[in-house]
């Protein structure tokens, strides 16, 4: 008889924990999706909050790994990049194949000035995950930037604009590649397309005035520096 009583206080204890834990699951289940919504709509501080709370109540490493990244993205967001970049690496640590893991960190380490470090995960990335445009922008612009491989960049660019047609930044910043191996007629005909995407954009007036000015076209570069002003009006990013 003690032993079936006995038993059945363990059977019970077990219970209790059980649900004890079951409904922390539960409650860090939905401070997770409120941290979501909040960071959809760009209320990055109540999204961190929550994120906070979700990761009291997370107890599976996938789980966390995602409550961590998307807290990361909304450090990120917020310009606090050494927490993004705590938040992103210990979600790698506990998962490596989240592809907006590395992105996020790659922005964070191009932001802090570690542009190095910021490739070998835009790497990763498309790795994981060969159809997300802003990894190929990014990649691309880091190495034209860095005049690593203008070549490669092009390449990038090229797979950027396939991802994301509607990508006015990828555009602008093949044609300045273009530009910098002087293949005029293909520079200018990107940077067309990304006035026809985004028309305020100035530093695409900018981009193509100077290919102007070094063709002797001193009108045209004249008149691309005006519509860049009037643009930057309208447009100050």
Partial sequence: LSLI???LVVLWCLVFVAVVYFGRFLQGVGDASRGFAHLQSSDYDAAIADYDKALTNSFFPQ???????NQGWAYRNKRKFDAAIRDFDEAIRLNSNLAYAYLGRAQALKETG??????????????LDPSIASAHLARGTLMLNQKKNVQAAIADFDEAVRCDPQSANAFLQRGIAYAA????ERALASLE?????????RNVYKARSEIYRRKGDSERARQDLELA???GLTNPA
């Fill in 5 to 7: 009583l006995g038993l």
């Fill in 63 to 69: 789980q966390r790994a995602i409550e961590l990244m």
């Fill in 114 to 127: 570690d542009s190095e470090k910021a490739l070998p995960d835009l790497d990763r990335v498309i790795r």
């Fill in 181 to 184: 191996i002087n293949d005029t």
């Fill in 193 to 201: 397309a990304a006035i026809a995407l985004d028309p305020a954009n």
């Fill in 229 to 231: 002003s009037i643009a």
